[in-house]
Structure formats: structure tokens, C-alpha cells
């Protein structure tokens, strides 16, 4: 008597909900048909209950009856939990979307005159096919206030070796173990009742696939950061002004970011610092972005990124070898004047600062890399460059659900350096220090699934692209990869 009691006023409580809002302003919603044949059922079986709790069977055969009826007044109960659990779950779906990706992708490489760690010069020519899963979500938690998250897998086919380079700028990019790894997870909160619009962001950040990596991706934007300077998965807080009504330019914003590039701590005690002597690295950034006037679905971002005691590696860290200075121009307008075209055009100066250390990096116990901050001695500051534009044209044939294709060129200096570790490329293009040229094809399926095919060529002119130990020396390796791609999102 007393769990069906219980029952029934918990449901009716949890069933009114469907109707009002209580306390917490948490609500259930279910059709009126479905509830008002809940109650019914309830008030039922309440009432046998009752009747056989103050019904007195007698003989054998009035007790078998009895329990008899009791085991189908079980399994009624059972169903109504069963009913509850759905409304649950379906509470649950309501509050927080969830959405999957599925990507397998074979790439083909021939990399001819690439240096190995022990300096000896070889050829690689070989395929490469990899798979990429992620549990999308995103949930609006209340007026003003926005949850996204993301977990991801990225596996390289029969092998579960971590990189040598993984960490935790990287993880969910780079191709591991099966493990699941948190890529994003973060709240937007639009402050209220402030004197000027503004945002509050904080957690792990939307800050890998920049623009105008969505192109490529054929998806809507990913990231706030552009991506030539900055494609990571970092921790942080940002603060966003919304500035439209005071500058006149459409969807423009001034940004203030910080983040932690390295955190020292101790594995026994994970509040304290390892003892080594080295220093966190902190990253500050700001951002301003818009509309390019007159061209709608147009942006515009300028940047400034200051890395501040980068550390030699970010496992085992045993050096601070100074702070880096990143600048950056992206301008970017989709379908440009209704033409089909979506065209970008990304600038980037990187100035280091190095203060003297230099740091060795040893694998299996042989040094591998020696240096300061983009320089063998850690003294003399250096500057780096680089350029990346290109095009997208959908083609209106609608037969062939309006493929695309694509073109784009990148360029870096000697000494150019960006945080790009997250890169949806596992040879990092947008860190090489020399030419590549890139052409894809995108072909929708559906909605939901997509096949991209596209080659992609290497001149790389110096060593070490994407490094940020030592100074770079000349190189005579040349990458091409032809690769296929199928991608589907649900």
C-alpha cells in the first residue's frame, strides 16, 4: 500500500509538472492523452488495492487469487515506471540535444626527403586510413545562458600508440587510442541588465576549425579564433562587447580571451607545482571582429595573441624559453555578391621573445631537438610570416545536390610559428614553413552525409615546421597526398 501510495503521488507531482512550472522551474511535458491515461491507470489500481486489503480471502484458493491478482497488479506498476522512465528521458532530450559524427578517410602520402629525429634523410610512400567519431551537444539552459560540448574519438586504423606530440592542446584531434576525449565544453552567458551588450564564455573553448576551415569542413562555423593563428583545444574565459550599436558594423565585437597553454603541477598533489621551476603558460588575446560593410554573411577579424613563458614540450616540461607575439588579419565573404564563390584571405606575423634558456628533448634516451625559441642559442628574437587565402565555387547542379569545389594556398616564413597543433590535417599545413597548394571536391549525398575528395602538395623550404625549438634549417622535403573522405552527421 505504501509504494503505491508513493507511487502515485510522486507521478501526479511529476505529471503536474506537464501543465506548471514548481520550484526549480524544471518542467516535464508529455501529450494530455498520455497523462490523463496515467492518472486513470493510478487511480485504478489504487482502488484495487485497496479492495484487497480489506478483503479477507478464504481457503487456499482465495490466497492463490490473491496472489495471483497481486502479480498482475506488479507488472501494471512496472509499466507505469516504464511510462515514467520515457517521460524522463524524454525531459532529459529536451534539455540537451545530442547529435553524432561518423568520418572515415584514407589518405595516400608520398613523402619524399623528410628528416628523421636521428637526422638520417628517407622516403615515405604509403596509404594511411583513419575514422574520427564526436558526440555533439548543446542545451539552453536557461534566458541568457547556453551550454555546447563536444567529446570526439580520432583513431588511426589497427593502432591505439599515442603521438609523440599529444597533449592536451590536442588530444581530441589527434589520431590515439579509442579513449573518448573532451575536444569542447563551455557555457555562453549573456550577462544581463548591463550598461553595454555582453557575453561571458568559459570552459574549454570553441577554438579549433576556425575560419574558414568551415569551408572545407561544409559545415557552418566552428571556432571564434581564425584559424591560421590559433587551432587548439584550450581552457579559458572570454569576454565579448558587443559593439554594433556604437560602430555601426553589423555582428561586431571587441573580444578579451585568457587561457592556459601549460599548467606545472604536481602528479602526487595536483594543487602544488611539480618543483621543477617552470612557469605556467598564459595565454592573453583580443579580438576584434565584424561584418565587412555592405557584404552580408562577410567577416572580419583582427587579432593579437601573447604566448607568455612557453615551455619547451608540454609533457615533461623542464624549461621556459620566453613569450610569442602573434598578429593576424582574416577576411572572409560567403557567396560573395550572390555569385556562388565563397572567398578568404588570412594574414599572420609571429615575434618571439626568447630570455636566454635552451632546452634538449630526448626520445628513448637520444636527443632529438635542441634550441631556444626559434633560435640554437635562445638570444636573438625572430620574426615570422605568413599568408593563406582561397576560394570555394557551389556548382547549381541540382541533380548532384550542388557540389563544390575548392581551392586554397598557403605560405609560411623561416621562422613563422602559430598554434595550430588541433589541425583537421595530420601534417599541420598551416605551420609550413614554405608552399602548399590544396584542391578539394565536395560531394552531398544527402543532408546528413557528404564524400570530399582532394590533393594536397608540401614544398616545405625549412625544417621543423610547426616547432618552436631551435632555428630552422633548409629543407628539400616535398609532400603530396591524394585522399577520399566520407563524413556523415545525425
Known amino acids: 500500500m505504501n509504494r503505491l501510495v508513493l507511487l502515485g503521488c510522486s507521478a501526479a507531482f511529476l505529471l503536474a509538472g506537464s501543465v506548471s512550472a514548481y520550484a526549480d522551474e524544471q518542467t516535464v511535458t508529455l501529450p494530455a492523452d498520455a497523462y490523463k491515461a496515467i492518472i486513470e491507470r493510478l487511480d485504478t489500481l489504487q482502488k484495487r488495492v485497496d479492495q484487497l486489503e480489506t478483503s479477507k480471502p478464504s481457503g487456499p484458493s482465495g490466497a492463490a487469487s490473491s496472489t495471483g491478482e497481486a502479480a498482475n497488479l506488479k507488472k501494471n506498476i512496472d509499466d507505469i515506471f516504464d511510462t515514467l522512465d520515457r517521460v524522463e528521458t524524454k525531459s532529459i532530450k529536451d534539455k540537451i540535444n545530442l547529435g553524432a559524427e561518423v568520418r572515415v578517410r584514407v589518405d595516400n602520402f608520398y613523402d619524399k626527403n623528410y628528416m628523421t629525429f636521428l637526422g638520417e634523410e ?238 634538449t628533448i630526448y626520445m628513448n634516451g637520444m636527443p632529438i631537438m635542441g634550441g631556444g625559441l626559434l633560435d640554437d642559442a635562445g638570444q636573438d628574437s625572430e620574426t615570422g610570416w605568413a599568408i593563406y587565402t582561397g576560394l570555394r565555387y557551389t556548382l547549381s547542379v541540382e541533380m548532384l545536390n550542388n557540389p563544390k569545389i575548392g581551392l586554397e594556398y598557403n605560405h609560411g616564413s623561416k621562422n613563422w610559428f602559430s598554434f595550430t597543433q588541433s589541425s583537421i590535417e595530420f601534417y599541420n599545413k598551416l605551420a609550413t614553413r614554405g608552399d602548399v597548394y590544396d584542391i578539394y571536391y565536395i560531394q552531398p549525398v544527402n543532408s546528413n552525409l557528404y564524400a570530399r575528395v582532394g590533393y594536397s602538395y608540401l614544398d616545405y623550404d625549412y625544417t621543423m615546421s610547426g616547432a618552436h625549438i631551435g632555428t630552422p634549417r633548409d629543407s628539400d622535403e616535398t609532400l603530396s597526398n591524394f585522399y577520399m573522405m566520407l563524413d556523415c552527421k545525425f
Open 122 to 359: 628517407r622516403d615515405h610512400n604509403d596509404n594511411h586510413w583513419s575514422s574520427r567519431f564526436r558526440i555533439n551537444m548543446d542545451a539552453d539552459v536557461a534566458k541568457g545562458l547556453f551550454f555546447h560540448g563536444r567529446l570526439a574519438v580520432t583513431k588511426n586504423w589497427a593502432d591505439e600508440d599515442d603521438p609523440f606530440f599529444y597533449t592536451d592542446f590536442n588530444k581530441g584531434h589527434a589520431a590515439s587510442s579509442t579513449s573518448i576525449q573532451l575536444e569542447r565544453a563551455y557555457v555562453d552567458w549573456v550577462v544581463p541588465n548591463m550598461p553595454v551588450p555582453l557575453a561571458i564564455t568559459f570552459g574549454r573553448h570553441p577554438s579549433t576549425e576556425g575560419p574558414p576551415v568551415e569551408l572545407k569542413e561544409n559545415r557552418p562555423r566552428q571556432s571564434t579564433y581564425p584559424a591560421l593563428l590559433f587551432d587548439g583545444e584550450a581552457d579559458g574565459i572570454v569576454a565579448t562587447v558587443g559593439l554594433e550599436r556604437y560602430i555601426g558594423l553589423k555582428e561586431s565585437g571587441l573580444r578579451f580571451a585568457y587561457g592556459k597553454g601549460y599548467q606545472d603541477d604536481d602528479d602526487f598533489s595536483n594543487y602544488r607545482d611539480s618543483g621543477w621551476g617552470v612557469d605556467d603558460t598564459n595565454f592573453a588575446a583580443v579580438f576584434l571582429e565584424s561584418q565587412l560593410p555592405t557584404l552580408p554573411d562577410s567577416l572580419m577579424v583582427l587579432s593579437y595573441v601573447r604566448a607568455m613563458d612557453m615551455v619547451d614540450i608540454p609533457i615533461g616540461a623542464s624549461a621556459n624559453l620566453g613569450d610569442m607575439d602573434l598578429y593576424g588579419l582574416h577576411l572572409q565573404a560567403n557567396n560573395l555578391i550572390k555569385s556562388g564563390f565563397d572567398v578568404f584571405m588570412s594574414g599572420g606575423v609571429n615575434v618571439s621573445h626568447p630570455n636566454g634558456n635552451i632546452a
